[in-house]
């Protein structure tokens, strides 16, 4: 370790680059890769991760807000970048200043984007979302092509795509993506009858690309599985992906604990024997949840230790009695692989009751992101550099 960081996660752009060129393999040369990148790229880091994507094969990127959208102009990055969610019409001077491509479903924002668009002098691409049976954002099946028609009549925008998205694709039971996939087609079908073409249809995320080839159209849109995770603990990845996430700390405090010893708040924890506690700079203020308290465990020389009374907003105590030489600055991996142990997202988000997602997204910025590829640091984003 050769940085001040107390806490950090390692990205490995390899693994990144890797897994957009799996996904390649398994879509074919004719589907463009459009990762999704919200959340702060599920809190891997949005613009570098996103810069990895595109050098490895990606051709658009896909975000929620136009806010994300706008940190990766910023970024230098002109890829098409999609936002998927929801922009209200005082939103559309921003989308226009920042070329990106909105998802409608309503008029007046149709409307708005198109007169910010012609003050900036362009053309924007837009897409439609269709709620084929998510129950969220977009528009319902039937009203898509009232809609469309009213939208090619607006200048300055092009209708580009129309997508959704499937809600239990990660299930084991198919039965519903494909009602959902057959409404999409039949809505694309009636575009086409209307004379409506549809430049770029897309519906896959990351457990479609992998199960229903025939819901790939012209774009797919990867998320948990270019990050490396699986989508679901109920199956297993057809391709080989690679996790790119390594969560790591160091010892910052070991001593020796009496027998009857409580730890942290509430003694929730109380030695039954002479105890190692060797103190993590590591909390629910960095993004890990208070919920581990007494379940998690971390790894240090390579082996397992179990996390010991409460997490704190900025630390935790683990038991490293059964950890030979335990001593101040020694490396911490809380997610990732240390030596031959290894440690998974999933296996943290099982013990907090959640998903894998939310392991990663969790992430708050004041944990440093140091990005390797071959090994090495290329990148750092870390408060204050």
């Known amino acids: 370790m050769d940085h001040a960081f107390v806490n950090w996660a390692e990205i490995d752009l390899d693994a990144i680059a890797f897994n957009v060129q799996a996904i390649r393999r398994q879509v074919g040369p004719g589907v463009e890769i459009m990762p999704a990148v919200k959340g702060n790229a599920y809190g891997h880091g949005a613009a570098p991760v996103s810069k990895a994507a595109l050098q490895a094969g990606a051709t658009r990127l896909a975000v929620h807000r136009a806010i994300e959208g706008g940190e990766l102009r910023q970024a230098g990055i002109d890829a098409p970048v999609l936002v998927m969610g929801y922009t209200p019409p005082d939103g559309a001077p921003y989308i226009a ?50 809609f469309a028609r009213a939208l090619v009549k607006l200048p300055n925008l092009q209708l580009e795509g129309l997508f959704t998205h499937f809600a239990t694709a990660d299930s084991l039971d198919l039965t519903h993506v494909r009602r959902q996939l057959a409404v999409f087609n039949e809505v694309l079908s009636a575009l086409h009858a209307a004379g409506i073409e549809i430049p770029l249809p897309h519906a896959s995320n990351s457990a479609a690309i992998m199960r229903l080839p025939e819901a790939r159209f012209k774009a797919v849109r990867p998320g948990i599985a270019f990050y490396g995770m ?74 397992r230790a179990p996390l010991i009374g409460r997490v704190c907003m900025d630390q935790f105590v683990v038991d490293a009695t059964e950890i030979p030489g335990v001593e101040l600055n020694d490396e911490v991996v809380l997610v990732g692989r240390q030596g031959s142990e290894q440690i998974s997202a999933e296996e943290v988000a099982r013990l907090a009751g959640t998903i894998n997602y939310e392991v990663t997204t969790s992430l708050l910025p004041r944990v440093a992101r140091l990005y390797l590829r071959g090994g090495k640091v290329v990148e750092t984003t870390a408060i204050g550099e």
């Open 230 to 303: 699986p989508p679901s603990d109920d199956w297993t990845p057809t391709f080989e992906i690679h996790p790119a996430l390594t969560l790591k700390s160091r010892v910052c405090r070991v001593r020796r604990l009496p027998v009857g010893a409580g730890v942290s708040y509430g003694r929730t924890f109380v030695t039954q024997r002479e105890t190692v506690a060797a103190l993590v700079p590591v909390g629910y203020g960095d993004g890990f949840h208070r919920i581990l308290s007494n379940k998690a465990q971390v790894l240090i020389r390579g082996k």
């Open 97 to 146: 200043q920042h070329d990106l491509t909105a998802s409608l479903m309503t008029l007046e924002f149709a409307q708005a984007l198109s007169a910010a668009v012609g003050a900036v002098g362009r053309t924007l691409p837009v897409h439609i979302k269709v709620d084929t049976g998510m129950s969220r954002y977009g528009l319902m099946p039937d009203e898509v092509l009232e």
